[in-house]
């Protein structure tokens, strides 16, 4: 996921943007965290609705292969998103953000 972005920006440069596109062979999701609803730990709102009582927190790890253009090699990554979200007892969630990319790694052999 960050790779898609930043990272392969020197890439993009170096090969040219239409030479190196993702060519995803799969992605699979699973959940790996969540949170009950509740104060957010960090105390300090980020924007005006981050002044809400009530917090949801939940995880997705993906896990992808996936080649480049220019290095046709499948890549095997893993990448954690982590989503948050104000809760209301009455509507749910209110809207997911995301508060944290980690990754991508290598799976360990």
């Known amino acids: 996921v960050r790779s898609a972005h930043g990272?392969?920006?020197p890439l993009r440069k170096q090969f040219g943007r239409e030479n190196c596109?993702?060519?995803?062979?799969?992605t699979e999701a699973f959940i790996f965290t969540l949170q009950q609803p509740g104060?957010?730990?960090?105390l300090r709102p980020k924007k005006l609705?981050?002044?809400a009582d009530?917090?949801?927190v939940a995880g997705a790890r993906l896990f992808s292969v996936m080649s480049?253009?220019?290095?046709?090699?499948e890549r095997y990554s893993i990448d954690d998103l982590i989503f948050e979200s104000a809760f209301d007892?009455?509507?749910?969630v209110v809207q997911w953000?995301?508060?944290?990319?980690?990754?991508?790694?290598?799976?360990?052999?």
Do not use: N, T, Y
Not at 21 to 26: C, D, F, L, Q, T
Not at 39 to 42: G, Y
Not at 68 to 73: G, N, R, V
């Open 54 to 56: 009530c917090f949801v």
């Open 97 to 109: 953000r995301i508060i944290d990319i980690s990754g991508p790694q290598a799976p360990s052999e």
């Open 39 to 42: 104060p957010r730990e960090d």
């Open 89 to 92: 007892e009455k509507d749910g």
């Open 68 to 73: 480049l253009s220019f290095a046709p090699e």
């Open 21 to 26: 596109k993702i060519k995803w062979v799969s």
């Open 7 to 9: 990272d392969f920006e």
């Open 49 to 51: 609705e981050d002044s």
